[in-house]
T-cell receptor, first 113, second 115 residues
Framework: DAGVTQSPTHLIKTRGQHVTLRCSPI?????VSWYQQVLGQGPQFIFQ???????GRGNFPDRFSARQFPNYSSELNVNALLLGDSALYLC????????????FGDGTRLSIL | GESVGLHLPTLSVQEGDNSIINCAYS??????FIWYKQESGKGPQFIID?????DKRQGQRVTVLLNKTVKHLSLQIAATQPGDSAVYFC??????????????FGQGTILTVHP
């Protein structure tokens, strides 16, 4: 079975631009979460979506937004990119329930010039 | 359990030895814990999880121990192999609260296994 898939794998943008990252969850998983991982640190929670509703939001500015589609795939949008947004963006999917393990994709490496 | 700094703890072991990776978590309300393995260029890979109503759980070659009194979690890897070399993260969640799927990750430990 396919795991969590993310696209693109790498992306280079300049300051001020916007970006859309995509995620397809494991088949049967209805919950999708987004994380930002800066080099040398653990992932930081950005959003969680379940059944197309936002269930949680981390400490990130309003430039970050996301949505989930009827097929449970998800998009993460970041506007007005800053140099500090350079990071690995990870998507994770899970079954319903906060005590279910989240399974991660390999992420999108975003570089801001 | 918040990640801090750029200098991760490191653990070097010989192939065949047992490895123990430790993690201190900060939220006494956390009731669900996961260990992840992250190899270079890849996303975190689920290893094993444990709920707060347990203090020990075993998988294949791995054991997780939970001490809620001192808010400490450990991952034991038996007969460590070179393929186990990676960064290991613990993550916590308050599954019974309102944090839903928000996992809070520890800083990570770099495990290096020498042949």
């Amino acid at each position: 079975d396919a795991g969590v898939t993310q696209s693109p794998t790498h992306l280079i943008k300049t300051r001020g631009q916007h970006v859309t990252l995509r995620c397809s969850p494991i088949s049967g998983h209805k919950s999708v979460s987004w994380y930002q991982q800066v080099l040398g640190q653990g992932p930081q929670f950005i959003f969680q979506y379940y059944e197309k509703e936002e269930r949680g939001r981390g400490n990130f500015p309003d430039r970050f937004s996301a949505r989930q589609f009827p097929n449970y795939s998800s998009e993460l949008n970041v506007n007005a990119l800053l140099l500090g947004d350079s990071a690995l963006y990870l998507c994770a999917s899970s079954l319903e329930g906060s005590d279910q393990p989240q399974h991660f994709g390999d992420g999108t490496r975003l570089s801001i010039l | 359990g918040e990640s801090v700094g750029l200098h991760l703890p490191t653990l070097s072991v010989q192939e065949g030895d047992n490895s123990i990776i430790n993690c201190a978590y900060s939220n006494s309300a956390s009731d669900y814990f996961i260990w992840y393995k992250q190899e270079s260029g890849k996303g975190p890979q689920f290893i094993i999880d444990i709920r707060s109503n347990m203090d020990k759980r075993q998988g294949q070659r791995v054991t997780v121990l939970l001490n809620k009194t001192v808010k400490h979690l450990s991952l034991q890897i038996a007969a460590t192999q070179p393929g186990d070399s990676a960064v290991y993260f613990c993550a916590e969640n308050n599954a019974g609260g309102t944090s839903y799927g928000k996992l809070t990750f520890g800083q990570g430990t770099i495990l290096t296994v020498h042949p």
